[in-house]
């Protein structure tokens, strides 16, 4: 059964046809993608050229560094400073190209190549301080090698004079009978043969100058206590602890050998002071190398 249209209500007006273009839409936003991920893929490019060749800057600058160590530290750290600004001004010029297309992607495009451009332009002024300084190095270097040769030289001569002036000491030194009637072994009267003694190394010595106190004084392994110092006639009173027992060596003369024993060596210990003054005597203990008990 047909139906029959009905009538169109006075007062109704069709709505207008209107052309399809979602189509065209479509074409002019797939080119548009298409652009801006050709510009991408380029700017990508350019910025993977340009950290190739900043790896290939900072291994050049890290061998010339090394080679001037520490006096092209300076020029070193500013170069690394100003690479390392042009990769933050590279990475801000990629990001400011993805985010946009037309004359952005074009003055993205231009940032990169000047932004080479001064890196080539650093590359080239870092060579440059990296060579001065090598040939600045090699001169110090050359002149340091000079003064050494000279220092060994003077120190060689002075060497060779301490020890002939030694030998004339060391022949000069005499022996003397100690105290406890055992024969000593050479003694000293003065710093100067001290000194050559202690060059022979047969034995401990210990230097002291020891003023008149309540309490006993260490000296090496020993304790003395000074009491008295008669400097007109160059005597002194002495009292020695050692093994926890005090020995008094009374009434002593001026470079005399006073021997004692300990339960360390079998060869006896001496003290041989060599200056009497007021309250005071100034001298030295000299000891066995070997110590063992007895």
Do not use: W
């Amino acid at each position: 059964m047909s139906q029959t249209p009905y009538p169109p209500q006075p007062g109704y007006t069709p709505p207008p046809s209107q052309p399809d273009n979602s189509g065209l839409k479509t074409a002019i936003l797939f080119g548009a993608v298409i652009a801006l991920i050709a510009a991408n893929i380029y700017l990508y490019v350019q910025v993977d050229n340009l950290k190739q060749q900043l790896a290939k800057v900072e291994d050049s600058l890290t061998t010339e560094v090394g080679r001037v160590r520490e006096t092209g530290n300076v020029a070193s750290a500013a170069t690394r400073r100003n690479i390392e600004d042009l990769q933050a001004k590279l990475a801000q010029a990629r990001q400011d190209a993805s985010q946009a297309a037309g004359q952005a992607k074009v003055d993205a495009t231009k940032r990169a190549e000047q932004l080479n451009k001064e890196l080539a332009e650093q590359q080239k002024i870092a060579k440059q301080e990296m060579q001065s300084q090598i040939s600045k190095v090699e001169e110090n270097t050359t002149s340091k090698i000079g003064a050494v040769s000279s220092d060994v030289s003077n120190v060689r001569t002075e060497v060779a004079a301490n020890k002939s002036e030694l030998d004339k000491t060391i022949a000069q030194l005499r022996t003397a009978q100690g105290d406890l009637g055992v024969q000593s072994g050479l003694i000293a009267t003065n710093g100067k043969e001290l000194a050559a003694l202690k060059a022979l190394n047969d034995r401990n010595y210990f230097e002291f100058n020891i003023g008149k106190t309540k309490a006993p004084q260490r000296v090496g392994d020993i304790l003395m206590h000074l009491k008295k110092a008669d400097p007109k006639r160059n005597r002194y009173t002495v009292e020695i602890v050692a093994d926890d027992k005090k020995t008094e060596k009374k009434d002593k003369t001026l470079n005399e050998p006073v021997q004692f024993y300990t339960s360390k060596a079998r060869q006896p210990y001496e003290i041989v002071v060599n200056e009497v003054k007021k309250d005071q005597i100034v001298g030295y203990l000299a000891t066995p190398k070997v110590q063992s008990g007895r």
